[in-house]
């Protein structure tokens, strides 16, 4: 585990509190997933729309979760179709954290699906997987 003073304001002492799921590392490595209102959230809304999985009713925006089940789009969280940590520990690790690379896998709307949070957020705690730190370049020997 990387070590160093914890400097997020929610850990209860930034001395000895430590992440053992490393769940603190997602931003480090991917950095934020972008909003429903971000140029890449417009392009899942038109993509699901097209599909018809995003509806105009009654003057409200809804759209179909991973659950058949149709919400206002006001309760969607940006969705990735290959789990952030499955990708990281299979691809984006090797090209290092926030990477040109990595970032835009995160921002490629193709990557995303708008899904009910509470089925978003239960699924990512199911997975049981962890972060696996970057895995650094190997560096050529040094001559003199």
């Not at 209860?12 to 991917?30: E, F």
């Not at 921002?107 to 699924?123: E, F, G, M, P, T």
């Amino acid at each position: 585990m990387a070590g160093g003073i914890n400097l997020y304001a929610y850990a209860p002492d930034p001395l000895t509190w430590v992440d053992p799921l490393g769940l603190s590392c997602r931003n480090n490595y991917l950095g934020r997933t972008p909003g429903k209102n971000s140029r890449t959230g417009r392009e899942v809304i038109a993509r699901m729309r097209r599909d018809g999985d995003v509806l105009d009713v009654n003057g409200q925006t809804i759209f179909k979760a991973s659950d058949g089940n149709w919400y206002p789009l006001r309760e969607a969280d940006m969705s990735h179709k290959t789990d952030a940590v499955t990708w990281w520990n299979n691809t984006g690790r090797y090209l290092g954290p926030k990477s040109k690379s990595v970032r835009n896998w995160m921002l490629d709307s193709k990557n995303y699906y708008l899904d009910h949070y509470s089925l978003n957020r239960s699924a990512g705690a199911q997975i049981g997987q962890v972060y696996l730190p970057p895995v650094l370049p190997i560096q050529p020997p040094i001559v003199k």
